[in-house]
């Protein structure tokens, strides 16, 4: 979910900006050095919005910079376990499909995509059901449930998000369609 979040962090301002530290120069900074990144409290930085304080600044030894602590605004997206998703397919793969979700890509395991079995179409680059004919390819819209989580501070490319769409109300977009009309269908007929 994104959320907007007020944060504190420290930056260091290389000695040749000293000579006019400003909010726009702090938010440069602290776009560089936080939006991409990954945290377990507060989610996935995507972007620094307003900074509304610096502090003093300090000089640390041996080091060129001074550090300024900075209060801000930043728009955050931060996964919760049990939400509810919507995304696009990204790639698709033998063992099930990545789901962009957001600023990152969640896994939708073939296991946790349908109770049918789910051949993998490697030229097609889609997931594919003998029984019912449906595929899911890279481009499709899907609504997942977001079922595990982990986060890597350090390496926010090696986060991992888990998905299910097995449940009801989930799935491509086009099948929970085709679903809603055969029940509306059902429901006229009688």
């Known amino acids: 979910m994104y959320k907007r979040a007020r944060l504190k962090d420290t930056v260091e301002v290389p000695p040749q900006f000293l000579a006019d530290v400003t909010p726009d120069l702090v938010k440069r900074l602290l776009q560089d050095k936080l939006e991409g990144r990954m945290d377990e409290d507060v989610g996935s930085v995507v972007s620094v919005t307003e900074v ?20 801000f605004d930043a728009l955050t997206f931060d996964p919760q376990m049990q939400e509810v998703v919507d995304g696009e397919v990204v790639e698709v793969v033998n063992f099930g499909a990545f789901v962009g979700i957001g600023p990152v890509d969640g896994l939708l395991h073939v296991s946790q995509i349908s109770d049918e079995y789910l051949a993998f179409d490697e030229e097609g680059q889609a997931l594919a059901s003998r029984e019912s004919n449906r595929t899911l390819g890279v481009g499709d819209s899907v609504r997942t449930r977001i079922v595990t989580k982990s986060i890597d501070e350090r390496n926010p490319r090696e986060s991992k998000i888990g998905l299910t769409a097995k449940q009801v109300g989930l799935g491509k977009h086009g099948w929970l369609k085709e679903d809603r009309q055969k029940r ?6 009688e």
């Open 184 to 189: 509306h269908a059902t429901t006229e007929s």
């Open 52 to 71: 509304h304080d610096i502090g003093e600044g300090a000089v640390l030894p041996n080091r060129p910079g001074v550090y300024y602590e900075a209060e």
